[in-house]
């Protein structure tokens, strides 16, 4: 839970990044959506421990909702993003403040907030902290497709109770979930023939890669276009 990969390249927050809408509330949050509120598919994005103003992230909810899909980037954290420089709350400390748990629950409530709108079908991808969140959804089957990157807290026993379409893109240089981990996530689902899933492992990537990646690195773009690809497939595959 203390590795430093959770603090590698931290994004510089901006609130008015993107070229969608930040809206005061979609089932008790702020948000930030993109894309027409017409679409019955939505994409719920959740954040790493950064949170929903991150710019990549939300350059990714633009290109999704490019797709045809409404997208929203709830401010799971309150508006209280993990900081690396503060000696007083290192990620241990201030994930006490935000549980993955309260995450779902403030999921499930933004999920009903859009089946009210007319929203037929939800899928969710989490990064890293949203990861878990994604699987508890995938779990209770309040989700109709999930996509996990670089995930972080997921456990064997997550994904044995996994009941929805699932694709997990994994990172070669990661302590919070190895490719040995990832790679048993894999049989485990392979081994689940009612649920379909993805499994693949990015070479010569850290955690966090896909979504805090460096814009001048151009292996690091180039992986993290192909996840984004990856992930946009599995929506349109399962999201309808």
Same mark, same amino acid.
């Given at each position: ?20 809408? &930040? ?9 930030? !959506? ?24 939300? /350059?990714?909810?633009? *290109?999704?909702?490019?797709?045809? #899909?409404?997208?929203?980037?709830? +401010? ?25 748990? *309260?995450?779902?629950?403030?999921? /499930?409530?933004?999920? !009903?907030?859009?089946?009210? *709108? ?10 890293? $902290?949203?990861?878990? &969140? ?12 999930? &996509?996990?990157?670089?995930?972080? #807290?997921? !456990? &064997? ?5 996994? *009941? !929805? ?8 240089? =990661?302590? %919070?979930?190895?490719?040995? %981990? ?26 966090? $890669?896909?979504?805090?990646? /460096? +814009? =001048?690195?151009? #292996? ?7 996840? #984004?690809?990856?992930? %946009? =497939? $599995?929506?349109?595959?399962?999201? /309808?």
């Amino acid at each position: 839970m203390a590795s430093p990969q959770c603090c590698d390249n931290p994004p510089t927050l901006t609130p008015t990044a993107g070229g969608g809408t &930040v809206v005061d509330d979609i089932g008790g949050l702020k948000a930030y !959506t993109a894309g027409s509120a017409e679409s019955k598919l939505a994409v719920i994005l959740i954040s790493d421990v950064y949170g929903f103003e991150a710019p990549k992230l939300r /350059k990714i909810a633009d *290109k999704v909702a490019a797709s045809g #899909f409404f997208v929203i980037v709830p +401010d799971f954290l309150y508006g209280d993003p993990y900081v690396p420089d503060n000696a007083e709350r290192p990620v241990p400390v201030w994930i006490q403040s935000h549980s993955p748990a *309260k995450g779902c629950e403030d999921a /499930k409530s933004v999920i !009903t907030t859009l089946k009210n *709108k007319g929203i037929s079908a939800v899928g969710a991808a989490g990064y890293c $902290w949203g990861a878990k &969140v994604v699987v508890e959804l995938a779990k209770s089957g309040d989700i109709q497709s999930a &996509v996990m990157l670089h995930p972080s #807290f997921v !456990t &064997v026993d997550d994904i044995k109770d996994v *009941k !929805t379409p699932i694709a997990i893109l994994g990172a070669e240089h =990661d302590h %919070l979930s190895p490719p040995e %981990l990832v790679k048993q996530f894999e049989e485990v689902l392979a081994a689940k023939s009612e649920v379909k899933s993805f499994v693949k492992i990015f070479p010569g990537v850290p955690h966090g $890669w896909s979504v805090r990646y /460096k +814009d =001048d690195d151009e #292996f690091a773009l180039k992986s993290a276009e192909e996840a #984004f690809q990856d992930m %946009l =497939d $599995w929506f349109s595959k399962y999201l /309808k």
